[in-house]
């Protein structure tokens, strides 16, 4: 519980508060992008707002159980201090919107992207358009972003199947903070969808819960 509360008051002492003031409630909201090419951008839409509920019930944080759909493009994007990304297939950019998410995250946003099956080959081009100079690495067990609240001394948690693979988690730096976070071969928003797809509650749980790193992570270090 003090945990907690520390993260509670070193949220709002952060310079990201000013994106949250930039929204239009006292609660923060997050954002699901949208993008061209085919890939589902908007399968799933019940995942986010049960990670959400479950992050309201369980921190001592404002957080708005609403997210808002923004295209890749849009200006809206730098209202927000968190998006997630995923999908089934193509995602197709242009230079305009590519240069939009790089100026969101240079000054202060946060991309999460969560590989669903078969986005994994678009989701690194994209990253690598964002970030042509910046290697994306893979995160050891030890790094804060697996022991935010929750705990996961072995990292991230197995959801789906997938092609069997152990799940990675790799990340994109620039200028020494974490601007991408992807996850690979886990799908953490399958498990946050529990009213869609037949998961083992010890899974749900484990989904939710690194859900929760992942966004107090996010908030607290930018």
Request: glycine share 6%; net charge negative.
């Amino acid at each position: 519980m003090i945990r907690l509360l520390l993260i509670f008051l070193f949220l709002f002492s952060l310079e990201s508060m000013q994106q949250l003031l930039a929204q239009d409630d006292d609660e923060f909201r997050i954002a699901r992008i949208e993008y061209r090419g085919g890939g589902d951008w908007y399968n799933d839409p019940s995942a986010l707002t049960n990670l959400l509920n479950f992050a309201k019930e369980n921190l001592p944080i404002s957080v708005s159980t609403q997210y808002d759909d923004i295209h890749i493009g849009s200006s809206e994007l730098h209202n927000y201090p968190f998006a997630f990304l995923t999908g089934h297939g193509n995602i197709t950019v242009n230079e305009s919107e590519v240069a939009n998410v790089r100026r969101w995250l240079d000054h202060g946003g946060f991309l999460y992207i969560d590989d669903d099956y078969g986005l994994d080959e678009y989701a690194r081009m994209l990253i690598n358009r964002i970030y042509p100079n910046e290697e994306m690495v893979e995160i050891p067990f030890d790094h804060p972003i697996y022991h935010q609240v929750y705990s996961f001394p072995d990292g991230l948690p197995k959801v789906h199947e997938h092609d069997g693979f152990p799940p990675q988690g790799f990340a994109v730096f620039h200028e020494g903070r974490m601007v991408i976070f992807y996850t690979y071969e886990s799908n953490l928003a399958d498990g946050w969808a529990y009213n869609v797809h037949s998961n083992p509650q010890s899974i749900v749980d484990a989904s939710l819960e690194m859900g929760v790193n992942l966004l107090v992570y996010a908030l607290t270090s930018n």
